[in-house]
C-alpha cells in the first residue's frame, strides 16, 4: 500500500516539475518547485514508514523548514531584486 503511495508522489513530482520547466510566468514555476519540494517531504515520510524508521520524519520536518524559507526568500528577491535591504518607507527621522 505504501509503495503504491510512494509511486503516486513520484509520479506527481514529475508533473510538478513539468510545470517548473514549462511554466508560463515565473510564479508558476516557484510555485511548482514548492509543490515538488512539499511532495519530497512527503517522499521521505513514506521512505520511513516503509523503512521502519520514524526519524525520517524529523528529516522531513527538517526539509520542509529549508523548502519554506527558501520559497520565500526567492519569491522576495524576483519581487523586489535585492534581499539584503529592506522596503523602502518613509525615515524614522521624518516623522
Same mark, same amino acid.
Given at each position: 500500500?505504501? =509503495?503504491?503511495?510512494?509511486?503516486? !508522489?513520484?509520479?506527481?513530482?514529475?508533473?510538478?516539475?513539468?510545470?517548473?520547466?514549462?511554466?508560463?510566468?515565473?510564479?508558476?514555476?516557484?510555485?511548482? !518547485?514548492?509543490?515538488? #519540494?512539499?511532495?519530497?517531504?512527503? &517522499?521521505?515520510? !513514506?521512505? $520511513?514508514?516503509?523503512?521502519?524508521?520514524?526519524?525520517?520524519?524529523?528529516? $522531513?520536518? &527538517?526539509?520542509?523548514?529549508?523548502?519554506?524559507? =527558501?520559497?520565500?526568500?526567492?519569491?522576495?528577491?524576483?519581487?523586489?531584486?535585492? &534581499? $539584503?535591504?529592506?522596503?523602502? #518607507?518613509?525615515?524614522? #527621522?521624518?516623522?
Amino acid at each position: 500500500m505504501y =509503495g503504491v503511495a510512494a509511486l503516486a !508522489v513520484l509520479i506527481s513530482m514529475a508533473l510538478s516539475m513539468i510545470r517548473a520547466f514549462v511554466g508560463p510566468t515565473v510564479f508558476d514555476r516557484i510555485l511548482a !518547485v514548492n509543490v515538488s #519540494g512539499t511532495l519530497t517531504v512527503v &517522499l521521505i515520510s !513514506v521512505y $520511513g514508514f516503509l523503512d521502519g524508521r520514524p526519524d525520517f520524519l524529523d528529516i $522531513g520536518l &527538517l526539509y520542509a523548514l529549508i523548502n519554506f524559507i =527558501g520559497t520565500i526568500a526567492v519569491t522576495k528577491y524576483v519581487k523586489f531584486q535585492d &534581499l $539584503g535591504h529592506p522596503m523602502e #518607507g518613509p525615515d524614522e #527621522g521624518d516623522v
